[in-house]
């Protein structure tokens, strides 16, 4: 399926990675926002991810945001892709404030046992499932990977925030879910409950993360829940969580979902963007990390490349900056670091998790003399082209430790390459990025007509 699921590039620095979100580094006043299509339920990330889910969030959150920016400002700087937005560098509030308009999923199930607190709000016994509430009511809790309820006065108590900030909050959650509720209610829809996450910039109080989507939010079919209260269609995440339910083994939800259940979640998430903006989801015609790997070359936040030069030890660094010499005249990342693959291979797993899903095209420069497992270890965990260039001293070296380097265990497809200058443009041209292509081109036009000029210079003497 084309789907997002892991999100790097060895040339951004990853700040966070959340359930859905990952947090990129920009500058110091600005990250990117990467919405992956991983899906998260009961506190667990499944498996799976859900075909077009993170363009359709990061989207509809946009939209909204546009929508609700009279009520209070947001993060939102400017969408570059369907997955990735720009976003202001905020101080995030360490609270999520709930808002609830009716009594139904994991509050209905507390209810059901008995419960009657919820985050210090007190609620009647003999309320129904899915029955409304006079009032929405507000549930905070900690933001946090147990996302544990938390009362008014513990919040203000613990310092997460202070009081006036957090009164603040409680307007503007309030306002944002009777915006939303009324919005919805003219597209047949009932806002359920939801979430609203809040940061600080410069000390003012602004809207952050998502709001009003599937993933934050609970919707029902109007029509539906006037027919049938305790029985309204879900449109919304709720659809996941009900089957994990339903499929428990030994008491624990499952973690993978099958293809039908990834397909209909799917089609659910266009459907409410659809309803809801008015506007059917295009996801374009390239495959998603395709798109954004363009996306964010125009942005000139990437180059187009990425090459990376690894050396068993530090004295291996002047023959990488003789490799690097030869990369400057392309417009590509270069990086050098050191691992040795006898001394501390395990940092390998490190790269690895990188470099296996980069958004960009990677080379790989495995700079090793001697023993030579470097080569072999890079080509045995990464999925990119790897090429060995050993730092021999003189002839005699290589005569004596080229096999380490040329031969390679079974599925370990590393090339070995002595100079240099070739090893730089084995990397360049395995890149095959058509820019670089078309400058190769050249030179080799170039080199082409030089030789032709010496010859007839040296037919004429």
Known sequence: MNTLYHFNSPQLQKIHAGKVRDSIRIDDNKRLIVVTDRISAFNKNLKNAIPDKGGVLNTLTNFWFDKTKDIIDNHLIEQIDNNISIVKEAVPIRVEMIVRGYLTGSMWRGYQAGKRNFSGV????????????????????????????????????????????????????????????????????????????????????????????PDSSRFWNKEDYEKNPAEAEQIDKEFVRQWMLQHQINGQVPDELPEEVILETSKRYKEIF???TGNKYNSGHLPVKTRMYHNLLRKKLIKPGYIVMVMGSKSDVKHAEKIKEHLCKFDVKTQMRIISAHKNGERLVELADVINYAIEPVSVIAIAGRSNGLGGALAANLNVPVINCPPFSDKTDIMLNINSSLIMPSNTPAVTVVHPDNAALAAIRSLQIPEFKEQMTRDIMKMKEQLINDDNELKKK
Request: hydrophobic fraction near 35%.
């Open 274 to 276: 659809e309803i809801i």
């Open 122 to 213: 007190e609620v009647p016994d003999g309320l129904s499932k899915n029955q409304a509430f006079p009032e929405p009511i507000l549930t905070p809790t900690t933001k946090d990977k147990d996302d544990t309820e938390i009362t008014e006065a513990e919040i203000i108590r613990r310092g997460l925030v202070s009081e006036e900030i957090y009164q603040q909050m409680k307007q503007k959650a309030l306002e944002l879910f009777d915006f939303g509720s009324k919005y919805l209610a003219e597209r047949g829809i009932i806002l359920v409950d939801t979430k609203y996450e809040f940061g600080l910039v410069d000390g003012k109080l602004i809207l952050i993360d998502e709001i009003h989507t």
